[in-house]
């Protein structure tokens, strides 16, 4: 059998169209039955695609523009796309019960006050099902605007709203019926224990006292030799002090049938899955034969990478200190360039196919010259290549420093077919061949250079989660749970113009979140840079 990794992202089978939900009915509580929508093409989850930041829109062939009411019609669809997956859906006489949970206590509601709070005041702290995020702020008056992203022609403005995250009057869960399981997929990223600290508290706040960790990513669920990790306020109080994950990671795992079994012999009805794309792709697969199956469980995922390359978010949680902790080596790569005749630095940051690391550091330290990213092709060699504008700086500064992503120039490199676990592909050391090119290039011209490579990668994400990143991590997993006893499942939390909102899984898996060439923010990168075009 496939690992789950290759099953869902070399063939795609068990991504589910946007517009489809794994069973019939579209229940949902507390509100009319959603209108089905129309077909999307949905893109692999790891494909090349057009820069892109915002919701995958419907292709201009599919919507008649000379209809009167195709905004209407538009904004119908989207909604439908939107609509987090429930319980409901599969169970729909499912019935609601009050909420355990209450934020002027430290400990769960108990039967002793089944319709109230024990206080006179009349507390507004719950989020109503029909409260909405708005996915964009910004009315673009023309397809040329900066960073425009326009649905028509015309770039006329549409409205598009998120269900927005946190705590609802109602749950779908008896929390003493709950057993509630994290696991932590992909490789490290900061604040992973931060995340599941923070889910294992607000889960006990609701009452539930079964919580496990599955350790090692999905490989938990299937090797007889890793055992659950039990979890408790008292195990997890200070975990989130340092980096790494209490439950380790690991990537690829067993196939989606064998997890679900696994769900099932361990009577887990809860699943909190850390992780990116391909990682949230499982959870996404798992969701679905667990409605297949008509099991109760909800899916919960926590979008985990320092990439920052997931659909729809301001940003993931690791992103901050990773830019943060890439200083460090941005100033190092100075210092030694600065303090050598004609000295040159570079430094290689992470980022598989989005340059947003390299991107935003480069803004941040403002000792970058020269800032190489995946979504933006470049030449070394030429009149207008990436050595030649070295050349120039050595002649004109004395020094220079450069900053590559990992996923940058790859077309410059000998091609490899060779995968790892999760199945994506093993790229070439961009960072290496650029220092071994620069330096035949100066030796060839007859000019001194003397170059330093840096490559902080391990450094930048087994760190501890930084103060930003902190509270971002702490109100994700608080969300979480919210979502899990809501009835939500097969969808993802995260911040939508600084509000927290969940989105259907299927609409954050679609393809990378890129760097967007014609962005305001990369045009600024470019102004502090000072860089050219080098094609």
């Known amino acids: 059998m496939a690992t789950i990794s290759h099953a869902i992202t070399l063939h795609g089978l068990m991504i589910a169209s946007p517009t489809r939900r794994c069973c019939s009915s579209y229940g949902y509580p507390n509100s009319n039955p959603r209108p089905h929508a129309l077909k999307f093409n949905i893109v692999g989850v790891f494909s090349q695609h ?43 006489h499912a019935s609601p019960m009050p909420s355990t949970f209450c934020l002027k206590m430290r400990t769960p509601r108990t039967r002793d006050f089944p319709g109230k709070y024990p206080s006179s005041e009349e507390w507004h702290g719950y989020i109503n099902d029909n409260d909405r995020v708005l996915l964009k ?21 549409v409205e598009q709203w998120v269900h927005r995250a946190g705590p609802r009057e109602q749950i779908y869960f008896k929390p003493e019926e709950v057993k509630a399981a994290i696991v932590t997929c992909g490789g490290l990223c900061p604040g992973l224990n931060d995340v599941i600290r923070q889910i294992v508290i607000t889960l006990e706040m609701y009452g539930v006292t079964k919580i496990v960790g599955i ?10 030799e890793l055992t659950e990790v039990p979890l408790s306020r008292k195990v997890v109080q200070n975990i989130h002090l340092s980096g790494g994950s209490l439950l380790g990671v690991s990537r690829g795992g067993p196939g989606v049938n064998e997890i679900v079994d696994g769900l099932e012999e361990r009577g887990i009805n809860m699943l909190f899955v850390l992780g990116g794309n391909g990682t949230h792709a499982g959870a996404n697969a798992i969701h679905n034969e667990c409605c297949k199956r008509r099991l109760k469980v909800s899916v919960i995922g926590v979008p985990k990478t320092i990439d920052n390359d997931i659909l729809l978010m301001d940003k993931t949680f690791g992103f901050d200190t990773a830019v943060e902790e890439a200083q460090r080596a941005i100033n190092s790569a100075y210092i030694e360039a600065h303090s050598a005749y004609h000295g040159i630095g570079i430094v290689k940051l992470m980022g598989r196919s989005s340059g947003f690391i390299a991107m935003h550091a480069a803004l941040a330290s403002g000792q970058i010259d ?9 030449n070394l060699h030429g009149p207008h290549g990436v050595l030649n504008h070295l050349k120039y700086l050595i002649e004109t500064k004395g020094s220079a420093v450069v900053c590559v992503a990992e996923g940058a120039g790859q077309d410059l490199l000998q091609k490899t077919n060779a995968t790892d676990a999760s199945g994506n592909i093993i790229l070439g050391d961009i960072g290496v061949y650029t220092q071994q090119e620069a330096k035949k290039y100066f030796k060839e011209i007859g000019v001194h ?14 760190c501890r989660a930084n103060a930003s990143d902190g509270i971002l991590c702490t109100v994700l997993g608080q969300n979480a749970v919210h979502g899990a006893f809501a009835g939500f499942s097969g969808i993802t939390v995260g911040t939508c113009n600084t509000h927290y909102a969940y989105f259907p899984i299927t ?29």
């Not at 003397?450 to 930048?460: F, G, N, Q, V």
């Not at 979140?513 to 990168?525: A, E, G, K, P």
């Open 449 to 462: 250079a003397d170059l330093k490579y840096i490559d902080p990668t391990y450094m930048i994400r087994a």
């Open 50 to 92: 057009k820069s892109q930041n915002s919701a995958p829109s419907r292709s201009q062939e599919d919507i008649d523009f000379n209809d009167p009411d195709w905004k209407t019609k538009f904004k119908e669809d989207f909604e439908a796309r939107f609509r987090p997956p429930h319980v409901t859906d599969v169970f729909p």
């Open 137 to 157: 702020t910004i009315y673009y008056s023309s397809p040329s605007s900066a960073g425009a992203e326009c649905i028509d022609p015309g770039c006329n403005w």
């Open 215 to 224: 350790p090692f990513g999905y490989r938990g669920f299937s090797d007889k």
């Open 507 to 535: 609409e954050v898996i679609s393809h990378p979140r890129l760097v967007d060439r014609n962005s305001r923010m990369w045009h600024r990168c470019l102004t502090s840079t000072g860089q050219p075009d080098f094609v």
């Open 370 to 378: 020269i800032c190489l990213i995946p979504e933006i092709p470049f």
